[in-house]
């Protein structure tokens, strides 16, 4: 099992940037693929970024592109999202996942992910 923790949210004025951490339990989390999803109220959580088990590959989805890095430190068993030029629609709360399969590739699809965090809050001022 592993559990997911996730912080760095919070309210900040369109521009700005925050970078969001996830916290993993398991020394294990080396070598699984992560992802960051994000839900708004009503609607379907939605993919975000993804990172390969060593960090060497990476996907986004189209409108942050650009603007969001995906990392990890896999010595500290953290996930990061840098999220720069931040935009009042990327008012969500952020989530983190791994897909549970060791040396995976990054995933786009919330099907491929067995373990989830609770969120964290992100809220972009105008």
């Not at 559990?3 to 949210?9: F, N």
């Not at 409108?63 to 068993?77: L, P, Q, W, Y």
């Given at each position: ?7 760095g ?68 068993n953290?996930l ?47």
């Amino acid at each position: 099992q592993v559990q997911l923790v996730e912080s760095g949210g919070g309210l900040v004025q369109a521009g700005g940037s925050l970078r969001l951490s996830c916290a993993a339990s398991r020394r294990t989390f080396g070598g699984y693929a992560m992802g960051w999803f994000r839900q708004a109220p009503g609607k379907e959580r939605e993919f975000v970024a993804a990172i390969d088990w060593s960090g060497g590959s990476t996907v986004y989805e189209d409108s942050v592109k650009g603007r969001f890095t995906i990392s990890r430190d896999n010595a500290k068993n953290t996930l990061y999202l840098q999220m720069n030029s931040l935009k009042t629609e990327d008012t969500d709360v952020y989530y983190c996942a791994a897909t549970g399969n060791l040396w995976g590739t990054p995933a786009r699809t919330r099907g491929a992910y067995h373990y989830w965090g609770q969120g964290t809050q992100v809220t972009v001022s105008s």
